[in-house]
């Protein structure tokens, strides 16, 4: 089983920077999918990224498509999500997230990190 835990995020101004973490525990994370969704006041939560368990297919959200880059690193049992020219609809708590390989749905979720896009 897998186990996430996601940090980086923090406050910035419109059109700033953040690296969002995802540390993944398990032997098996070689094995799992891994998204990133959000989550907005008020709102339901939103499908972001995502990147396959070979780390070759990566798909977007259009809304963040250009902006926003999802990595993986098999060493260090991390994935990323690299957030440019943040705008303040950029504003959630975000979460990490896995699913087995050949699995449709995500069944294992991080505790979330907030992200605040000041205008």
């Known amino acids: 089983q897998v186990q996430l835990v996601e940090s980086g995020g923090g406050l910035v101004q419109t059109g700033g920077s953040l690296r969002l973490h995802c540390a993944a525990s398990?032997?098996?994370?070689?094995?799992?999918?891994m998204g990133w969704f959000r989550q907005a006041p008020g709102k339901e939560r939103e499908f972001v990224a995502e990147?396959?368990?070979?780390?070759?297919?990566?798909t977007y959200a259009e809304s963040v498509k250009g902006r926003f880059t999802i990595s993986r690193d098999y060493g260090e049992n991390t994935v990323y999500l690299q957030m440019n020219s943040l705008k303040p609809e950029d504003t959630a708590v975000y979460y990490c997230?896995?699913?087995?390989?050949?699995?449709?749905?995500?069944?294992?979720w991080g505790q979330g990190t907030q992200v605040t896009v000041s205008s």
């Open positions: 990147v396959g368990w070979t780390g070759v297919r990566t």
């Open positions: 997230a896995a699913k087995y390989r050949g699995a449709t749905n995500y069944d294992i």
């Open positions: 398990g032997r098996t994370f070689t094995t799992y999918g």
